[in-house]
């Protein structure tokens, strides 16, 4: 069925009474009194605690496990390993499994697990299990991984077969036009290497669930997924493997956080499942903060190569990415990343001439998985970053350089993306003009010139030559102040509408409107905190013509929810919004024809608004929408009850083979501009300025959208400036907030969202998906003020004190 | 979490008798800031916790008088008390600074200074401070009261000299006279909820004439096993007129005869070069400067006019405010 088309005539003509407005989060009254339920509050009779026990080495064979004092301990009801369970095979490529048999490849294996009738019991047994170890050869280098004769992570592939090396056998691989001649018909050229480690999502509300079988064997997982549908498949799969026969229902708690952690099963979840069968209780496995930082998947972490050319009028001739990713010792989603960093890599700035390659590396390393913004904030460093090296070569100020080669509304790009709505050049503009861009420029660049003069250099100089130009250039950096500020700026491209990375990139809604005029709408899609559940309230509400307060969202049950590809690839809010309008309006068509012959009143005059069916023709009959309900409800001739479902599929190309085609409905584009002051003498970074232009298509909620671009812009930050998962040979040695660190409140940076509204055709009221672009940008946006305060170029995060401060000391020659 | 004998005298001589009893297998506890965090992690396992917290009389900050003179602070102050004094402020700006730069503020609020000087942290803010002022540490044990120096409390990292069964009661500062100046300037990567990657205090007192230097004191967190003085360095500036140059070369002196160490939270390059860079920056933040009319005065924000280091027409974000005490924090 194709979605019914709103025609902008038809969004223009109706004042929108409720999208569009500033509406508080729909839980926001739970969360702050403390009576949302989370996975920490849940508890059910004759509950068990489940605990983990994990390898204590990264790559280990394993000779013995001992578990006979575990089982004596009095409250001790279950202790599994793989020896005595059925094996459940799970993730990506299927190469993990629940529980680990005969050898350990990273310190985050689970070796054996208990449940008990206490969190200290369970507790106590994992400590009184013996294991032990034969270490065997590690390799924690991705590169060296790739080296002949470097330990094999998995000696067979998940069929069985032997591996060469330790490569995974992935396609990602995407080239457009010819490289070569572009780089013959270049001017000039940069090249530069990228690294970017390990960050994780650093969810308040730590990782866990509750498994419980019915006396039929089926299962209800309370769980904090990011994807209950994929995940109600996962676990009905490892059912198969464990020879149970019942069906699953995953049932969401409230999530204290999500950032992409929650896209995959986890090992607990599998181990929760196989407690509870076996003991016949429910059983609960509930992460603390250690096991948070350890045991679940962080960024995928990526060493990217990049050349790009230019003409000598500077518009790009080509751009050429390699990357060798550190997939850990197993594989998700992280390994999948470069499927979505060939989108900016093909398609950020208009460029014919492509070519992408990433390489994927097993080591004993942990492995990585999905966070805010998969991959596209990794490669944007690179692109970004090397593209003001590109800017500095040609002799063209960075924004201008942009400018020239901006992504226009209405193009195809190298990658087959249909670019409709573009807010490319608006966002460049805006974040110009916020910052006063040009006059920045002038005014440093007349600083630049008298500083010179008094240095004894050369007076001479002009704007257009001292841009970029570093100060070390200018004078003694004895003679330099302590603290320098410079600009920079970077842009995005990420998916805004939807992306079709599975089979289907679907969601459903089902709509039942009550006889008191309360709708209740039964969504596949999710909430961890973005705001989905609000954004459909104000969807259905519009559409209904009814106050938010009458609309009463279910998410989160799968046995009650439709089907949903899950809350990733900022895809909610226009996939499960448009799903939920659609649906809306057909309940709406349902009530208007009723209301028709029960005013006996031509179906086209008629209106939903405030609450009313409005009667154009004749307001003598305008009527509340809840009398029209009862009347088709409880009228002989009638006896109709409103309901709707909806499955909207969004029209595109699923991303495979050449990787060509149109994946997503909508493009969301944004530039980030920021302001740095950089002491020369610690190295420290002061964020002075933040400003975050994006295009959104439509703000159905401009309180929330503001919330996600500041939220993604500080952990954007974070990212760049301090965060970072420190690893001995595998082993991670900051699993807490003392040590891993994540920016606090103190730390916050004002950052100053700039909506531009570009709708969107295929969006819902033309909105665009925004979860992921407020973090993308960063990074590269603070190197390059960096770069132009104090002339050194950062190619690695995070961008700390000490590596600033080594590289402008060697740049300035001390 | 092992369960233990909760105990909570109510005098100090009773917590003294308690610990004294129970040997090895009894922990004393102020603010549990750090103890429930080892207790918890499984790194301690006391059979008892004898809580200090039912005694009266241990949460006091007394100074000498209302405008000047010494200081005595009870060991069972916390952080956020110090933190809120003006008087502090005023007269012990650096031990304000120390203070109000530790952990959160919801650590500050239960945290006590007695705890952070008897945890014996290389990276305790308070006993840094606190070593600029040549304070004197009173100790309760089994046969009564003694004094000890701070500067001779610490043995190593966790390690003092105060003997089993005795407990800190107060900390005496003394007068540091007339023309002191005094700051702390913690170095870390964020601004809240961080322990100092190093740290650094100067205390600067000038003669008469402010110009002559009459006692200097530099003192360092995380660079060596304790926090420590920079003898030499402090010794360098001692009866001669202060200026920029003699305190950079005291500030090079102190980087060579620090004790810094790499580890993974910060490298020793790194840390020595700080010391180099920081020990000007606190004399130039404590308004010894301005006093010896080496630099012009302050402006309102506080902010200690530097050699032009901000972009002109800028506003400079150096917010060196005696409120604030973390504004060294990294971004």
Not at chain 1, 89 to 94: C, I, S, T, Y
Not at chain 1, 105 to 132: C, F, G, S, W
Not at chain 1, 200 to 227: E, K, R, W
Not at chain 1, 734 to 747: E, V
Request: aromatic share 6%; charged share 25%; hydrophobic share 40%.
């Amino acid at each position: 069925m194709n979605p019914p088309v709103i025609t902008e005539q038809e969004r223009a003509q109706k004042e929108l009474a409720v999208v569009g407005k500033g509406i508080p989060k729909a839980d926001a009254g739970v969360k702050v009194t403390g009576q949302a339920q989370y996975m920490h509050d849940l508890e059910l009779p004759n509950m068990l605690y489940g605990k983990i026990l994990y390898s204590d080495r990264a790559s280990a064979r394993i000779v013995s496990i001992d578990t006979s004092e575990a089982e004596r301990i009095p409250g001790v009801k279950a202790v599994l390993t793989a020896y005595n369970t059925p094996e459940i095979r799970f993730g990506f490529l299927k190469d993990n499994m629940a529980l680990k048999k005969d050898r350990v490849r990273q310190y985050r294996d689970e070796v054996a697990a208990v449940a008990a009738t206490t969190p200290e019991l369970a507790e106590a047994a994992i400590k009184a299990i013996v294991v032990h170890y034969e270490d065997l050869p590690a390799v924690f280098d991705p590169e060296e991984a790739m080296q002949e004769g470097a330990p094999l992570v998995h000696e067979l592939n998940p069929k069985g077969e032997p591996n060469k090396d330790n490569r995974l056998r992935l396609p990602w691989k995407f080239s457009a036009g010819d490289v070569e001649a572009g780089e013959a018909a270049s001017a000039f050229i940069a090249e530069g290497e990228y690294e970017t480690g390990w960050v994780t999502h650093c969810c308040l509300g730590t990782a866990g669930c509750v498994a419980a079988f019915d006396p039929d064997d089926n299962l209800t997982m309370y769980s904090i997924t990011q994807i209950p549908s994929l995940a109600k498949a996962d676990f009905q799969e490892a059912m198969k493997a464990m020879g149970v026969r019942g069906k699953v229902r995953v049932v969401l708690t409230t999530l204290g956080g999500g950032f992409g952690s929650k896209l995959d099963t986890y090992a607990f979840e599998y181990i929760a499942m196989l407690l509870a069968h076996r003991t016949k209780k429910p059983v609960k496995i509930l992460f603390d903060r250690e096991e948070e930082f350890f045991a679940t998947s962080p960024r995928q972490p990526t060493r990217i190569k990049i050349r790009q050319g230019c003409d000598a009028e500077g518009r790009l001739t080509f751009r050429d990415i390699s990357m060798v990713l550190d997939n850990g010792a197993y594989t998700s989603w992280g390994a999948t990343t470069p499927t979505v960093m060939m989108m900016p890599s093909s398609s950020l700035y208009q460029v014919e001439n492509v070519r992408f390659r990433a390489t994927c590396v097993y080591t004993n390393n942990t492995y990585a998985q999905a966070m805010r913004g998969y991959g596209t904030p990794q490669v944007t460093f690179a692109i970004e970053s090397n593209l003001d090296e590109l800017a500095e070569k040609a002799g063209i100020e960075g924004y201008e350089f942009r400018l020239k080669n901006a992504n226009l509304p209405d193009t195809v790009t190298p990658q087959g993306f249909k670019v409709d709505s573009c807010g490319h050049v608006p966002c460049l503009e805006a974040v110009a003009e916020r910052m006063d861009w040009a006059g920045y420029r002038a005014a440093k660049a007349a600083r630049l010139a008298g500083d010179a003069t008094g240095a004894g250099g050369d007076a001479t100089l002009v704007e257009s030559d001292t841009a970029g130009v570093p100060p070390v250039a200018q004078a003694a950096w004895t003679e330099l102040p302590d603290k320098v500020r410079g600009i920079g700026m970077a842009c995005l491209l990420h998916v805004g509408g939807g992306a079709k990375i599975y089979k289907s990139d679907g969601c459903g809604t089902l709509i039942k409107v009550d006889d008191l005029g309360y709708v209740d709408v039964y969504s596949g899609s999710m909430d961890m905190g973005q705001g989905l559940d609000t954004i459909l309230r104000q969807i259905v509400a519009e559409t209904l013509g009814l106050g938010v307060d009458r609309i009463n969202v279910v998410i989160g049950d799968t046995d009650v929810c439709p089907w949903d590809a899950g809350a990733h690839a900022s895809r909610s809010t226009f996939v499960a919004g448009n799903s939920a309008l659609y649906a809306a309006q057909q309940v709406r068509e349902q009530i208007l024809n009723s209301a028709a012959d029960i005013l006996d009143t031509p179906r086209d005059g008629l209106d939903l608004t405030g609450g009313m069916v409005v009667c154009a023709d004749d307001p003598e009959k305008t009527t509340k929408i809840e009398k029209v309900l009862r009347k088709a409800h409880f009228a002989s001739a009638g006896n109709t009850m409103f309901m709707a479902a909806y499955f909207y599929e969004p029209p595109t190309d699923l991303l495979a083979g050449d990787f060509k085609g149109n994946y997503s409905m909508a493009y969301a584009w944004g530039c980030h501009g920021v302001e740095v002051e950089v002491d020369r003498r610690t190295g420290q970074i002061d964020i002075v300025r933040y400003i975050a232009a994006h295009d959104v298509g439509k703000a159905i909620n401009p309180l929330l959208l503001r919330g996600q671009i500041l939220g993604g812009g500080l952990q954007g930050i974070g990212w760049a400036l301090a965060e970072e998962m420190i690893f001995d040979e595998g082993k991670l040695l900051n699993p807490n907030f003392r040590d891993y660190k994540m920016l606090t409140a103190l730390d916050s940076v004002d950052v100053e969202p700039i909506l531009v509204e570009d709708p969107a055709a295929a969006g819902p009221y033309g909105a665009k998906g925004i979860g992921e672009p407020g973090l993308v940008p960063t990074a590269p946006a603070i190197a390059n003020a960096i770069y132009d305060a104090v002339g050194i170029r950062l190619r690695k995060l995070p961008m700390k004190p000490e590596m600033v401060l080594a590289a402008i000391m060697e740049a300035e020659g001390r | 979490m092992a369960g233990f004998e909760y105990v909570r005298p109510t005098t100090l001589e009773g917590a003294v008798a308690e610990l004294s009893m129970r040997g090895d297998t009894a922990v004393a506890v102020a603010g549990a800031t750090d103890l429930w965090v080892n207790i918890r992690s499984g790194k301690m396992k006391p059979e008892a916790v004898v809580s200090l917290r039912g005694i009266a009389g241990l949460d006091v900050l007394t100074p000498e008088r209302a405008d000047g003179g010494g200081l005595t602070i009870g060991a069972m102050t916390p952080h956020g008390k110090v933190e809120d004094s003006a008087w502090t402020a005023a007269h012990f700006p650096a031990l304000q600074q120390g203070c109000a730069g530790l952990g959160s503020r919801q650590v500050r609020n239960v945290g006590t200074v007695g705890g952070n000087i008897c945890n014996a942290a290389p990276c305790a803010d308070s006993a840094t401070a606190l070593m600029l002022f040549d304070a004197t540490l009173v100790i309760q044990g089994p046969g009564g009261l003694r004094e000890l120096p701070l500067g001779e409390f610490f043995v190593g990292p966790g390690m003092t000299r105060l003997l089993k069964g005795e407990l800190l009661k107060e900390i005496r500062v003394p007068d540091p006279g007339a023309n002191t100046f005094s700051r702390y300037i913690k170095h870390t990567r964020r601004r809240g909820v961080e322990l100092a990657m190093m740290s650094v205090g100067v205390r600067l007192t000038l003669e008469d004439d402010m110009t002559t230097v009459k006692a200097a004191r530099i003192s360092l967190g995380v660079c060596a096993p304790t926090p420590t003085c920079a003898d030499r360095a402090q010794d360098m500036l001692v009866g001669k007129p202060l200026t920029r140059e003699a305190v950079e070369a005291a500030a090079l002196v102190a980087a060579e005869d620090s004790q810094v160490r790499d580890s993974w939270r910060g490298k020793a390059w790194y840390r020595r070069e700080m010391i180099r860079v920081l020990v000007p920056r606190a004399v130039e933040q404590s308004g010894a400067y301005v006093a010896a009319g080496l630099a012009p005065a302050l402006d309102d924000a506080g902010s200690a006019a530097s050699s032009g280091a901000s972009a002109p027409g800028a506003p400079t974000p150096d917010d060196p405010g005696a409120s604030s005490g973390a504004t060294e924090g990294g971004a």
